[in-house]
């Protein structure tokens, strides 16, 4: 059974540019959570999908955004890059919404010069 | 607002000593508190769920309780492969994901 995948695993980005990253769930998982991992803040909740809309969402600014396709997967976009936005951007997927159990993917590691 | 506190932020142990990482959690309506691994370049790993106080779960060496106030991880007898950071995090009555607090560390030396 695949996991969850994320991809790009690594990029670079420079200041004021936009990234989109990619998240496929595992198969038959309909909620889609994401989450930023830095060493200062360690993981805070950035949002969550299920069945193609937001469920939830953390406090972060509305330069995060996301949404989730009718085949589960997601994406995350980030716009007007700033220093502080590098970190380890995790996906996490689970059957239900709300679910317990998360299963997460290896994250993409963005770095913003 | 939901928090989450582990203690110590790392940990140092000799093969075969036992220890416990503690999680201290303040929340409003616990639905859950979780215990993750995260091994370097991967993701969290999905370890222990608990939900209400006195309740206990095992895996390995490993063994998960819970308080109202507090949880603990408990690693006897551990090796090598147990080095990892270890997380804990808590699902409130609220609707914002899961509050996760910063790890502990572990190292297991040979």
């Known amino acids: 059974k695949a996991g969850v995948t994320q991809t790009p695993r690594y990029l670079i980005k420079t200041r004021g540019q936009q990234v989109t990253l990619s998240c496929s769930p595992i198969?038959?998982?309909?909620?889609v959570s994401w989450y930023q991992q830095t060493p200062g803040q360690g993981l805070q909740f950035l949002f969550e999908?299920?069945?193609?809309?937001?469920?939830n969402k953390g406090n972060f600014p509305g330069r995060f955004s996301g949404r989730q396709f009718s085949n589960s997967r997601s994406e995350m976009n980030v716009s007007t890059l700033e220093l502080g936005d590098s970190a380890l951007y995790l996906c996490?997927?689970?059957?239900?919404?709300?679910?317990?159990?998360?299963?997460f993917g290896a994250g993409s590691r963005l770095t913003v010069l | 607002e939901d928090q989450v506190t582990q203690s110590p932020e790392a940990l140092r142990l000799q093969e075969g000593e036992s220890s416990s990482l503690n999680c201290s959690y303040t929340?409003?309506?616990?639905?859950?508190l979780f215990w993750y691994r995260q091994d370097p370049g991967k993701g969290p790993e999905f370890l222990f769920t608990?939900?209400?106080a006195g309740e206990e779960k095992e895996k390995e060496r490993l063994k998960a309780t819970l308080t109202k106030k507090e949880s603990f991880l408990h690693i006897t007898a551990p090796k090598p492969e147990d080095s990892a950071t270890y997380l804990c995090?808590?699902?409130?009555?609220?609707?914002?994901?899961?509050?996760f607090g910063k790890g502990t560390h572990l190292i297991i030396q040979p």
């Open positions: 996490a997927s689970s059957l239900g919404a709300g679910a317990n159990v998360l299963t």
């Open positions: 198969s038959g998982h309909r909620s």
């Open positions: 999908y299920f069945s193609e809309t937001q469920r």
């Open positions: 929340v409003s309506g616990l639905r859950g």
């Open positions: 608990l939900y209400s």
């Open positions: 995090a808590v699902r409130g009555g609220g609707a914002d994901g899961l509050t």
